[in-house]
């Protein structure tokens, strides 16, 4: 049975390497790695192109495959890790990089891992449970290992994606201009899953099936979640809330869910799948941070459109979403380096971000403790009282936290504003998705 996995699965692998792709932002940082003697681990929501992303880092060298989320392997049970070495090397010959796909599903896979390193292999994983992977990670693998997340596409993948040529030209040409906020708009609405971004299937049946699917695999299954219901609902709720402040007890009081603590396990069971992303509020004061209310974001907006329940898009809400996504796409780690903010007045601050660098010692860190940047996020910035609303609450951060770098990211409009000594920057969201940064 499982020499015939193995084959199967080579062939497989075979036919992936003869297809086209569309290059992803983090290859150049992953190929970086690939020779380090590190483990390399693809983290990321199943379907958003770990697999792919992975088997063209390897594209050129020899190397063994292994899915361990196939089907027919997940009827017969588990399997012994010696047996399956014996099949691969039969398959492959004298080969010592191999890339296994979905590990978390191999029971002691960390045990297993460990011992192939020591033999000297090089050794590529992807994994779909971020939680459970980087607690394994940090107990068995502790500075052996460089973590990869891969999320859905970005801005500049999903241009690829559609064949839209990145060039001066968009700035200057009317036609130009107007095709790529066309594009920007089927971005927002539709999100960067791979599968829905390069082909004409109906993208909110796709993702509402692929959310349910998700959902069982990665948080019903695996955790053996009695009342799958119940945490379904969650999962819909949060969706439907998505860039709202939430809290464990006012989840609890709607959902007439069992106990806090049952809420914060399912909400933590859904980041750990990378169906969502809860956010902190900035505050010196730990306790504060703690003790303030959420804010909920989810990993791609398709997923907001095929499963939100709305008479229409709430586009201001759908773009704040997308800021933080993309931000977390350029290495910004929520509630480390990224917040929310709210003023002594109660006035609300999109985004509180701290500059991170790339650290070959400790994978992201900061380069200091203080606040470099506010952002807030505005699809209405023409109409005069949103902007004053959102120049008050910029200016007012920037006072408090001492902030001189302050953006409101606009659909397209792009001019300088001064609010109480405060110096505003409106930039258009197509150019700041556009920008050249670390992957």
């Not at 973590?147 to 060039?167: A, M, N, Q, R, S």
């Not at 380096?337 to 509180?352: C, M, S």
Request: hydrophobic share 40%.
């Amino acid at each position: 049975m499982l020499k015939d996995i193995v084959l199967k699965q080579k062939l497989k692998k075979e036919e992936l390497l003869k297809s086209k792709y569309v290059d992803r932002t983090k290859e150049p940082f992953g190929k970086k790695w690939l020779d380090s003697g590190l483990i390399k681990v693809v983290l990321g929501p199943r379907r958003a192109g770990k697999s792919v992303f992975s088997l063209l880092l390897l594209k050129d060298r020899d190397f063994m495959y292994f899915d361990f989320d196939d089907e027919v392997l997940a009827s017969e049970g588990s399997i012994l890790t010696t047996e399956l070495m014996k099949e691969l090397h039969s398959a492959y010959g004298d080969v010592k990089t191999i890339l296994f796909d979905e590990i978390q599903n191999l029971p002691a896979w960390e045990l297993f891992v460990n011992r192939l390193q020591k033999e000297g292999y090089n050794i590529l994983l992807t994994g779909s449970n971020a939680r459970l992977l980087s607690m394994e990670l940090a107990t068995h693998l502790t500075g052996r290992h460089m973590p990869i997340e891969l999320l859905p596409f970005d801005f500049k993948e999903f241009l690829k994606g559609k064949k839209f040529k990145i060039d001066p030209e968009y700035k200057s040409l009317p036609e130009k201009h107007g095709q790529l906020l066309n594009l920007l708009d089927q971005y927002l609405l539709k999100g960067g899953f791979p599968e829905v971004v390069v082909s004409n299937l109906d993208p909110a049946d796709y993702l509402e099936v692929l959310f349910d699917s998700l959902l069982f695999k990665d948080v019903v299954k695996r955790h053996r979640v009695k009342f799958s219901t119940q945490i379904s609902t969650l999962g819909s709720h949060l969706v439907n809330n998505f860039a709202s402040l939430y809290t464990l007890n006012k989840l609890k009081q709607a959902l007439n869910l069992k106990s806090v603590h049952t809420v914060d396990k399912y909400t933590s069971y859904l980041e750990e799948a990378y169906l969502i992303f809860s956010l902190s509020r900035y505050s010196p004061k730990s306790r504060q941070r703690i003790n303030s209310p959420k804010k909920v974001y989810v990993v791609d907006n398709g997923f907001v459109t095929a499963k939100a329940i709305q008479h229409s898009p709430d586009k201001g809400k759908l773009m704040e979403n997308l800021v933080f996504t993309e931000l977390v796409k350029r290495g910004v780690k929520p509630n480390r380096e990224l917040f929310y903010y709210k003023t002594r007045n109660d006035r609300e601050v999109d985004f509180v971000v701290h500059p991170v660098r790339y650290s070959e010692q400790s994978n992201w860190v900061k380069k200091g403790t203080e606040v470099t940047e506010l952002i807030q996020v505005c699809y209405e910035s023409i109409n005069p009282d949103v902007e004053q609303r959102e120049t008050k609450a910029l200016a007012e951060a920037s006072g408090e936290l001492d902030v001189k770098k302050l953006t409101i990211l606009t659909w397209d409009e792009k001019r300088e504003v001064k609010k109480d000594g405060s110096v505003i920057q409106l930039k258009p969201l197509w150019e700041w998705l556009l920008e050249k940064t670390q992957a």
